[in-house]
Structure formats: structure tokens, C-alpha cells
């Protein structure tokens, strides 16, 4: 099996049976939210998710769309916090006098 053919086999590895619902890997769930691997792995070592589910032949990470939309809402609470952590440092948006 060539280098192409892998790539497009990989896009959705699994299946988890009771639920029947894709598994995507973690580079897959990277770009669907905008982030790298290894902020998504570094975001699993500090807690901030839970851990993901490993292939045991492979021990690649595997996320389910419901895992996604989680992700997606972190992407979200963390780009707002940015954007008014910026607007303190600037000053635009304070109450002092």
C-alpha cells in the first residue's frame, strides 16, 4: 500500500462499535480546530482535556466528533480570554480613573 493510499485509509481509523461513531487522529483533529499535535498533546499532559484514546497497535491518539466539539469550545474560551487579556493591556476597556 503506497503513501497516498495510507493517508486517505487514515483519515477516520476506527470505529467504535456500541456507538458507531469515527475516530480521527490527532493530527485530523488538530486542523479541525485550529491548533497543532502538540498543543493538543500538551493540552492532555496539563489537564486541560481528558486524555484520548490510543490505538493499541499504534498508540496514535484517537478523538471522536463529541471529543472535537470540545476541543472547538477550548479553541473558543481561549482565543476570548486573549482578546480581553489584550484590551486590559491596552487600557481601552478599564474602569480606573
Not at 61 to 73: M, V
Not at 81 to 90: I, W
Amino acid at each position: 500500500m503506497g503513501w497516498g493510499t495510507w493517508r486517505r485509509f487514515s483519515r477516520i481509523v476506527a470505529r467504535i462499535p456500541e456507538r458507531d461513531c469515527a475516530l480521527y487522529t490527532i493530527g485530523d483533529a488538530a486542523r479541525a480546530v485550529g491548533r497543532s499535535p502538540g498543543t493538543l498533546r500538551r493540552w492532555e499532559r496539563t489537564g486541560l482535556v481528558k486524555r484520548a484514546r490510543r490505538d493499541p497497535l499504534t498508540r496514535t491518539r484517537l478523538y471522536t466528533a463529541d471529543e472535537l466539539t470540545e476541543l472547538r469550545r477550548l479553541v473558543g474560551r481561549e482565543e476570548r480570554d486573549t482578546r480581553v487579556e489584550a484590551r486590559d493591556d491596552s487600557g481601552a476597556t478599564s474602569d480606573r480613573p
